[in-house]
């Protein structure tokens, strides 16, 4: 067991337990329980365990503001509350580490936890307030002895040696600096660049601590050794630049300082062998004597920014590196150091298809009861994956409606893939991911293989109504996969056809009038109503009547369909959460399985958080239905009936309404689930309360059982990259990238340039005359 010792700030959040009757404390309120001083040691199966500390006590509460807290916890320790950051353990997993970062990452930790008895958090500070030295080691694997080491102060806090998120923002991605283009720091930065400057050479301090140090190759150490001397003012030459051994003196003349390393046996790690950190020459950390900055430095520098702004461009790089680093770059400098940050930062998109075996085992681990299916074809190239959390099973079988919406997205990417997504909608009507598939090509057999996957998933007896489009055969797949289902079309994608086949028949004002009326059509209640639009639209055009007729109205019509769709039209719901996919530049598979998987996170757990506020029985969309419907109970007139069937007059209407079997023969009570106008005017009649005549999938209960669970993080793939460059082992190919996208439109022509030749004169071949060719030849035309 191997130990890492460093000082940090052990936090012990012990939780109140609300249903044991300590009133004193108050929902959510927490008793903060600060340890430092400890000891980390690593276990077997790479969990890590704490021990040691003293302890002091704090209080916070989901009120609590996280800038408030590092404040307090500074003043506590002494630290400097930008140099803190804050991070805990997930339940029951004790290796991948969670950061805290504001407000709302307080909340989470508490929903968290909310079942357990204490939470472990950790704080690690990069610097200390009263002394310019800091220890932040630029090598994940880094240890610090011998004399020549540079020797940090008591109080400071070093990182731990370990992998994923547990170093500080600019040491997560260490890049080589050994080639490349290059750019002077510039001196005539904005004033308010020199905070950020002094800040950034700071971080590179101790980037080279001593002898036994450690790095994950020799680029690393070229890069560590590049800041060592920004940092500390000097320049150096190399005596020696090899893949197995560097060493380096200071360039000014008599100056002892020197250093060498060379790569450890059997493993791509460099260490350092000897170093003499003394230097006799002017060095100090005077920007007038800095080197260059190498592609790959500014590269590390600009992934930074690409984690706060993802779609910057080269112009928005440059202008924020020369004002907040006085960094000077050209266009052209910036655009090659943002994709070298793309490409160092990102995995291959060829090799991230042989990580999605190593994906789909994170996902099971730390989701268990999700189903996540992946499979390819005999050359091991890339066919489908399904991924459906357990969170949202369980979710749409315990508090959504029996609807589900199927739609595609196409994927940013040179290979051939697209999106393939099941949707459902929760009781206040906002979208709920069910599950998602990532597929070759949408075909057909793709779809039948989703569906198939799908209903081993659900793994339920009730019916459930599919909308999706009217194209392929996926209707006969749905009906054979979902033996009790029922299919309708979406009316969007059905006008969107019906206008592609009148087009240039009709004007956009008559196309627009019958589309109108066949949305009417769509959502009339009985057969009157229906057909009194269909034959709206039969006076307008016979055409079109006659191809309503042909598009099957038993499938999308609310007075013809025999299933349930609660009044729900269209399938393009999933537009709202899933086009992101087709927004964001090209990203590997991986990169976008992990991306959707943290989005339903989020989302789980934002709507959770909001429903707790909620103090009405009904949501908060259903609600404001039903008001919207008791403003039209005005006119209409309650007669007495017989039991508990009543008469409705209204302007011209007369409805019948029974509220023992929630029925009215307008449908409208039926077909939404909540009491339509005539219903609310009775029950308002007789003072009975409108929220208990709602179906169960509106409450305010049935939608925190649709978010009561949780989604837990899937560890980042760099880790699988980690651990096989750490150990040396070469990952076998189990899964090949598909086939490359096909180009589209007519082949590029090669334009000829003529570089300062006279054009060649034309020459008869009949009258061998000049200036014509023998087609317009005119002597013996």
């Keep these: 067991m191997e130990s890492f010792l460093y000082y940090w700030t052990h936090l012990m959040l012990v939780f109140t337990d609300i249903g044991t009757g300590c009133e004193a404390m108050g929902k959510g309120k927490l008793i903060l329980i600060c340890q430092s001083g400890g000891k980390f040691t690593t276990a077997n199966d790479g969990s890590l365990v704490y021990s040691g500390g003293d302890a002091h006590a704090l209080s916070v509460n989901k009120e609590s503001s996280f800038d408030e807290l590092k404040l307090e916890m500074a003043e506590m320790w002494k630290y400097d509350p930008n140099s803190m950051i804050?991070?805990?353990?997930?339940?029951?997993?004790?290796?991948?580490?969670?950061?805290?970062?504001?407000?709302?990452?307080?909340?989470?930790?508490?929903?968290?936890?909310?079942?357990?008895?204490?939470?472990?958090?950790?704080?690690?500070?990069?610097?200390?307030?009263?002394?310019?030295?800091?220890?932040?080691?630029?090598?994940?694997?880094?240890?610090?002895?011998?004399?020549?080491?540079?020797?940090?102060?008591?109080?400071?806090?070093?990182?731990?040696?370990?992998?994923?998120?547990?170093?500080?923002?600019?040491?997560?991605?260490?890049?080589?600096?050994?080639?490349?283009?290059?750019r002077q720091l510039s001196n005539s930065a904005p004033a308010g660049s020199d905070l950020r400057q002094q800040k950034l050479i700071k971080s590179w301090k101790n980037c080279i601590t001593g002898v036994h140090q450690r790095f994950n190759n020799v680029h690393d150490f070229r890069d560590a050794l590049y800041k060592y001397s920004v940092a500390h003012g000097f320049t150096y030459c190399f005596k020696k630049n090899e893949g197995l051994r560097v060493t380096a003196k200071c360039k000014a003349e008599g100056c002892p300082w020197r250093i060498h390393a060379s790569r450890v046996p059997t493993t791509q790690l460099f260490q350092i062998k000897t170093m003499n950190g003394?230097?006799?020459?002017?060095?100090?950390?005077?920007?007038?004597?800095?080197?260059?900055?190498?592609?790959?430095?500014?590269?590390?520098?600009?992934?930074?920014?690409?984690?706060e702004a993802p779609k910057c461009k080269p112009k928005e790089i440059a202008?924020?590196?020369?004002?907040?680093?006085?960094?000077?770059?050209?266009?052209?400098?910036?655009?090659?150091?943002?994709?070298?940050?793309?490409?160092?930062?990102?995995?291959?998109?060829?090799?991230?298809?042989?990580?999605?075996?190593?994906?789909?085992?994170?996902?099971?681990?730390?989701?268990?009861?999700?189903?996540?299916?992946?499979?390819?074809?005999?050359?091991?190239?890339?066919?489908?994956?399904?991924?459906?959390?357990?969170?949202?099973?369980?979710?749409?079988?315990?508090?959504?409606?029996?609807?589900?919406?199927?739609?595609?997205?196409?994927?940013?990417?040179?290979?051939?893939?697209?999106?393939?997504?099941?949707?459902?909608?929760?009781?206040?009507?906002?979208?709920?991911?069910?599950?998602?598939?990532?597929?070759?090509?949408?075909?057909?057999?793709?779809?039948?293989?989703?569906?198939?996957?799908?209903?081993?998933?659900?793994?339920?007896?009730?019916?459930?109504?599919?909308?999706?489009?009217?194209?392929?055969?996926?209707?006969?797949?749905?009906?054979?996969?979902?033996?009790?289902?029922?299919?309708?079309y979406c009316l969007h994608h059905l006008t969107e056809e019906l206008k592609r086949d009148l087009k240039g028949s009709y004007t956009e004002e008559v196309v627009s009038v019958i589309v109108a009326h066949l949305y009417d059509a769509a959502q009339a209640g009985t057969l009157d109503e229906f057909s009194k639009f269909i034959d709206s639209i039969k006076s307008v055009s016979s055409e079109a009547f006659d191809w309503i007729l042909r598009s099957e109205p038993e499938n999308w019509a609310n007075a013809l369909f025999k299933g349930s769709r609660h009044n729900q039209m269209t399938s393009h719901i999933a537009e709202s959460f899933y086009c992101w996919v087709g927004e964001l530049p090209e990203l590997p598979i991986v990169q976008?399985?992990?991306?959707?998987?943290?989005?339903?996170?989020?989302?789980?757990?934002?709507?959770?958080?909001?429903?707790?506020?909620?103090?009405?029985?009904?949501?908060?969309?259903?609600?404001?239905?039903l008001q919207n419907e008791m403003l039209k109970t005005h006119s209409l007139q309650v007669l007495l009936g017989l039991g508990s069937s009543f008469e409705v007059r209204g302007l011209g209407t007369f409805n019948v309404v029974n509220i023992d079997v929630w029925d009215c023969n307008c449908r409208g009570w039926q077909l939404n689930g909540f009491p339509c106008v005539h219903a609310a005017a009775v029950l308002q009649h007789v003072g009975r309360n409108l929220p208990d005549y709602c179906s169960k999938f509106y409450t305010t209960e049935a939608f925190r059982l649709t978010y009561s669970e949780s989604v837990n993080p899937v560890p980042a793939v760099d880790q699988l990259l980690q651990a096989s460059q750490s150990a040396q082992v070469q990952v076998p190919v189990q899964v090949r990238p598909p086939p490359l996208l096909p180009l589209t439109g007519p082949p590029k022509k090669r334009r000829i340039r003529w570089r300062g030749r006279p054009k060649r004169e034309l020459h008869c071949s009949k009258c061998k005359g000049a200036g014509h060719n023998r087609k317009t030849c005119h002597v013996y035309a």
């Design 86 to 182: 804050v991070k805990y353990f997930l339940p029951n997993n004790n290796k991948t580490l969670i950061t805290i970062s504001g407000d709302k990452d307080i909340r989470r930790l508490i929903d968290f936890h909310e079942d357990s008895g204490t939470v472990d958090v950790y704080v690690m500070v990069g610097e200390k307030p009263t002394d310019d030295a800091l220890t932040n080691p630029c090598s994940r694997s880094s240890r610090t002895t011998g004399a020549e080491s540079v020797t940090p102060s008591d109080n400071l806090i070093p990182l731990p040696s370990v992998s994923g998120d547990m170093v500080l923002l600019n040491t997560l991605f260490p890049a080589a600096s050994d080639a490349g283009d290059t």
């Design 319 to 488: 202008e924020e590196i020369r004002r907040d680093f006085g960094i000077e770059l050209g266009y052209v400098k910036a655009w090659r150091a943002l994709e070298n940050a793309r490409g160092e930062s990102q995995v291959s998109y060829k090799d991230s298809y042989n990580q999605l075996p190593w994906l789909v085992d994170k996902i099971l681990e730390t989701n268990p009861g999700s189903v996540v299916t992946l499979s390819t074809r005999e050359d091991l190239s890339f066919h489908h994956l399904f991924v459906a959390l357990h969170a949202s099973l369980y979710g749409f079988q315990n508090g959504c409606r029996p609807l589900i919406f199927l739609d595609s997205f196409p994927i940013k990417s040179k290979y051939q893939s697209s999106l393939l997504t099941a949707t459902a909608l929760d009781g206040n009507d906002e979208i709920f991911p069910v599950a998602f598939g990532v597929v070759d090509a949408v075909s057909d057999d793709n779809w039948h293989w989703f569906l198939l996957q799908l209903k081993s998933a659900l793994s339920t007896c009730q019916s459930i109504t599919f909308v999706t489009d009217r194209l392929g055969q996926l209707r006969a797949s749905i009906l054979s996969v979902f033996e009790n289902s029922y299919y309708c």
């Design 278 to 307: 003394m230097h006799t020459c002017k060095a100090g950390p005077d920007p007038t004597t800095r080197s260059k900055a190498s592609r790959k430095l500014l590269a590390s520098i600009v992934k930074e920014k690409l984690l």
């Design 592 to 625: 976008i399985i992990s991306t959707i998987c943290r989005k339903i996170m989020e989302l789980m757990y934002s709507r959770r958080m909001d429903s707790n506020q909620w103090l009405t029985k009904l949501t908060p969309s259903l609600e404001d239905k």
